[in-house]
Nanobody, 123 residues
Framework: QVQLVESGGGSVQAGGSLILSCAAS????????MGWFRQGPGKEREGVAG???????SYSDSVMGRFTISKDNAKNTVSLRMNSLKPEDTAMYFC?????????????????WGQGTQVTVSS
C-alpha cells in the first residue's frame, strides 16, 4: 500500500510557474515509478509526466520543455515543476504510483492515486 498526498496547487497568471509536490508513505517508495496526471474541466484524465524508480523520465508532448518531474527517494517525494504555464494547463493534478518502468503516462497502469491539487492558470 502507498498513500499519496499532493500539495502546491494554486492560481497563477499565464507565463508563471508552480511547483507541485507529492508526499508518499507506506510501502517501499523507492521501488515505485511515479506519475503526474491531470484532468481539466470536461476532459478525460491524461498523463503529464512520469519518472521511474531509477530516474528515467517521460513527458507528454503538451508539457515537454515546460514541466520537469523529479523524485527524492530519501524524502519520499515526487515534484512537478511547471514553467511557462498556459490557460490550457488548468486542471486538477494527481500523482500516482506503480510498479514497473513502462507506460509511465498510461492511466490504467497506476494502482495508487492521490486526491489531487487544483491548478488554475488565467490569461
Amino acid at each position: 500500500q502507498v498513500q499519496l498526498v499532493e500539495s502546491g496547487g494554486g492560481s497563477v497568471q499565464a507565463g508563471g510557474s508552480l511547483i507541485l509536490s507529492c508526499a508518499a508513505s507506506g510501502d517501499t517508495y523507492s521501488r515505485y515509478s511515479m506519475g503526474w496526471f491531470r484532468q481539466g474541466p470536461g476532459k478525460e484524465r491524461e498523463g503529464v509526466a512520469g519518472i521511474t524508480y531509477d530516474g528515467r523520465t517521460s513527458y507528454s508532448d503538451s508539457v515537454m520543455g515546460r514541466f520537469t518531474i523529479s523524485k527524492d527517494n530519501a524524502k519520499n517525494t515526487v515534484s512537478l515543476r511547471m514553467n511557462s504555464l498556459k490557460p490550457e494547463d488548468t486542471a486538477m493534478y494527481f500523482c500516482a504510483a506503480k510498479r514497473g518502468v513502462k507506460l509511465l503516462l498510461t492511466l490504467d497502469q497506476y494502482k495508487y492515486w492521490g486526491q489531487g491539487t487544483q491548478v488554475t492558470v488565467s490569461s
